[in-house]
């Protein structure tokens, strides 16, 4: 009889039990509060922009900052990872749906609760502000969800998120301090540095170029190269603020130009760097160079409201 010998391999590790439901933090992960600061920013600039005083206005104000950063923009971050599951497996497994601890259905709830949450929050705004979220949350759904998905196409997808994340809340800023629509120069600039932040939407898209490429996703680092889309990123953040310059020096708030102007000229001594290697510097130009630039539209802002 052959002598026994004991094994050496270890005891199989029991399975974790499957989770019901995510936890209070993997709920404010899968949000990504870090994301709430861009529209809360431009939501400001909008009411600086607007030259109302804050008196009575507190509430609105609150409301409104609420409304632009944790509730629709919260809701957007929903709405993208619960559609872009498959492409987080690729690209980030270790996000809050693709590792599971947001389990089942719970990233599609979460992003319908939240939506519900933030039109009945716009409602309380007032008439214009209900309409304006009501357009953010479209605008939401559309980016991710099919069949529109709007991300799936590089031009279309970074323009709609700087037309939301920086125009649709600077609009919301100023209308909740007005209670009715901005003036035309407002609109001019908030669109203006909408059109710019698409070069700011287009870097975020250098992260995940392997994971799009595989699923189909037409990102222009995937369409153009990595090196041409950081070019044309930094071509479209520079002239919008260069008509962004003209106009206020036009309308006669010279101080705001020169502002604007030296916020963009430090961009721009910035951008080689990004240009060499982008893939390696774009965390790191959007640290400073999208400092600089958002600086720049408070700056915008703070002469359109009279202050400077």
């Known amino acids: 009889m052959e002598n026994s010998v004991p094994s050496t391999r270890p005891a199989p590790v ?39 005083g804050l008196e009575g206005r507190w509430w609105f104000v609150a409301g409104g900052v609420l409304l632009a950063g944790p509730l629709v923009c919260g809701t957007s971050q929903a709405v993208n990872d619960w559609f872009d599951r498959h492409v987080d497996a690729i690209n980030e497994p270790h996000r809050p749906i693709p590792s599971g601890r947001i389990p089942g259905r719970w990233g599609l709830y979460i992003a319908i609760i939240a939506s519900l949450i933030s039109a009945s929050v716009a409602w309380l705004l007032g008439p214009l502000v209900f309409i304006a979220g009501l357009v953010g949350l479209a605008f939401a759904w559309a980016y991710s969800a099919p069949p529109l998905r709007f991300k799936a ?15 649709l809340s600077w609009f919301t800023g100023a209308t909740v301090m007005l209670g009715a629509m901005p003036a035309t120069e407002v ?22 170029v392997e994971g799009d490429r595989q699923t189909g996703l037409t990102s222009l680092p995937v369409t153009m190269g990595v090196a041409g ?9 520079a002239a919008a603020q260069i008509v962004v310059i003209a106009l206020l020096a036009l309308w006669g708030f010279a101080l705001s130009a020169v502002i604007v102007a030296g916020v963009l000229v430090a961009q721009i001594a910035a951008m080689p760097r990004l240009i060499r290697d982008p893939a390696k510097y774009a965390p790191w130009y959007n640290g400073v160079g999208v400092t600089l630039y958002v600086l720049g539209m408070l700056a915008a802002a703070l002469g359109l409201g009279g202050y400077i």
Not at 153 to 167: A, I, K, M, R
Not at 188 to 200: K, N, P, R, T
């Open 153 to 167: 196409n590089g031009w279309l997808g970074p323009l709609v998120c700087g037309l939301t994340y920086e125009g």
């Open 229 to 237: 889309a950081a070019r044309f990123a930094c071509i479209t953040m």
């Open 187 to 208: 609109i001019a600039v908030l669109v203006l540095y909408s059109l710019g932040a698409h070069g700011i939407m287009v870097l975020n898209d250098f992260k995940a």
């Open 14 to 52: 029991p399975a974790a039990p499957l989770k019901s439901r995510p936890s209070p933090r993997d709920v404010l992960e899968l949000l990504k509060p870090i994301t709430w600061f861009p529209p809360m920013w431009a939501f400001m600039c909008g009411a600086v922009s607007s030259g109302a």
